[in-house]
T-cell receptor, first 113, second 112 residues
Framework: QQQVKQSPQSLIVQKGGISIINCAYENTAFDYFPWYQQFPGKGPALLIAIRPDVSEKKEGRFTISFNKSAKQFSLHIMDSQPGDSATYFCAASLLAGYSTLTFGKGTMLLVSP | DAMVIQNPRYQVTQFGKPVTLSCSQTLNHNVMYWYQQKSSQAPKLLFHYYDKDFNNEADTPDNFQSRRPNTSFCFLDIRSPGLGDAAMYLC???????????FGSGTRLTVV
């Protein structure tokens, strides 16, 4: 009930391409869906987040698409750059229930020059 | 800049020798978390404090303990580190549970 399933495990994209990472959740009560970016040897950093009352949120080259009926959300990185090479984690929580974040297993993205 | 600071960045300890990792924050956030992250894995929540209320995850080994003497500081104590405890330990903070975590840069623990 608390799982967040993330795919793919790893992804190679050419510079300038679109990177797409998908997550699916089981708990329909989740109401907060952030994405974190982690570089080697660093802690994760909040990249972008969405609440279930909107279907899409865009910040620069990063877009979250949210499908409430399918219980899925995805991260799209447009015009991917080598500096985007990192591990990306999706997560979910129930803010109203003061639950902690449940993380996906992560996707290692490599953007080739 | 407001931030989450973890010390030390790297810690080497002997098998069975108690070790303490520290975390401080200037964000004045109510919640502080400790995560364990092993190579190529997601962060695993060990415990968190919501103000002074301590919340232990069910599968956190008894070997791990935590202290939060005030809003700004939180400590992770590993009483008898084993080889399997070698990992990156991440501290995070948030205003409320589950929302907008700010992570520190982590402490890489090596057990020899």
């Amino acid at each position: 009930q608390q799982q967040v399933k993330q795919s793919p495990q790893s992804l190679i994209v050419q510079k300038g391409g679109i990177s797409i990472i998908n997550c699916a959740y089981e708990n329909t009560a989740f109401d907060y869906f952030p994405w974190y970016q982690q570089f080697p040897g660093k802690g994760p950093a909040l990249l972008i987040a969405i609440r279930p009352d909107v279907s899409e949120k865009k910040e620069g080259r990063f877009t979250i698409s949210f499908n409430k009926s399918a219980k899925q959300f995805s991260l799209h990185i447009m015009d991917s750059q080598p500096g985007d090479s990192a591990t990306y984690f999706c997560a979910a929580s129930l803010l109203a229930g003061y639950s902690t974040l449940t993380f996906g297993k992560g996707t290692m993205l490599l953007v080739s020059p | 800049d407001a931030m989450v600071i973890q010390n030390p960045r790297y810690q080497v300890t002997q098998f069975g020798k108690p070790v303490t990792l520290s975390c401080s924050q200037t964000l004045n956030h109510n919640v502080m978390y400790w995560y364990q992250q092993k190579s190529s894995q997601a962060p695993k929540l060990l415990f968190h404090y919501y103000d002074k209320d301590f919340n232990n995850e069910a599968d956190t080994p008894d070997n791990f303990q935590s202290r939060r003497p005030n809003t700004s500081f939180c400590f992770l104590d590993i009483r008898s580190p084993g080889l399997g405890d070698a990992a990156m330990y991440l501290c995070a903070t948030s205003r409320a549970p589950g929302y907008g975590y700010t992570f520190g840069s982590g402490t890489r623990l090596t057990v020899v």
